[in-house]
């Protein structure tokens, strides 16, 4: 089984899945940033797949086939976003199917999208949390693997609230991987 990892930001899950010694073949990034730092140092190649504009402009389609050519030589089985900042389009999910997982700073169905920290923050819950679920061509939707509850505490900031949960991602999130991808591997003997 091989797996290919999208990453944006710091890389902070992408360094858990390979500290776990998932079989990362290719890690994808849509820009410059530290998980290609991270990628490098466990020897993974990682390719930039950049983004061309973030406006009205940006053509979602012909970026996806993109990284799906990126992702083809490495024949990879699935696909793990780990914080990655661009939305795909149907073309992932048709060429990876029910085979793409990502991992949520939120207990979904509630608080989707890219500000589920502060969003949590501002309505006051006092428990959010972590999802790992299979990724659908809708965002932060599609079957749940796993959840976990994360407090918020009196005096959180969303960098502090979301540190305490990044430390619960970066042990669920490459678990279920691996219970995922065993999962898949059984199946496929
Ligand atoms: C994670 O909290 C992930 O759930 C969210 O972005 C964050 C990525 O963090 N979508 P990192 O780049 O792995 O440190």
């Not at 965002?139 to 749940?144: K, N």
């Not at 900031?157 to 979301?162: D, S």
């Not at 990044?166 to 669920?172: F, M, Q, S, Y």
Request: with cysteine.
């Amino acid at each position: 089984m091989r797996i290919g990892v999208l990453a944006s930001g710091s890389g902070t899950n992408l360094a858990a899945i390979l500290a776990a010694q998932l079989p990362v073949a290719v890690v994808v990034v849509d820009r410059e940033c530290r998980a290609t730092v991270v990628a490098a140092s466990y020897g993974v190649p990682a390719v930039v797949v950049k983004r061309g504009s973030f406006g009205p402009s940006f053509d979602r389609e012909a970026y996806t086939d993109r990284v799906v050519d990126a992702l083809e030589p490495y024949s990879v089985d699935v696909v793990a976003m780990a914080g990655y900042g661009t939305i795909l389009s149907k073309q992932i999910h048709d060429a990876y199917p029910d085979r793409i997982l990502n991992t949520h700073p939120a207990l979904l169905p509630s608080f989707p999208g890219w500000h589920a920290v502060e969003e949590a923050l501002a309505a006051g819950v006092t428990l959010t949390g972590v999802t790992v679920h299979v990724a659908t061509a809708e965002v932060d939707a599609g079957p749940i693997l796993a959840q976990e509850a994360v407090p918020v505490l009196p005096g959180d900031t969303v960098e502090t609230l979301h540190e305490r949960i990044k430390v619960v991602e970066r042990r669920l999130y490459p678990e279920t991987i691996r219970r995922f991808v065993e999962d898949l591997a059984g199946r496929s003997q």
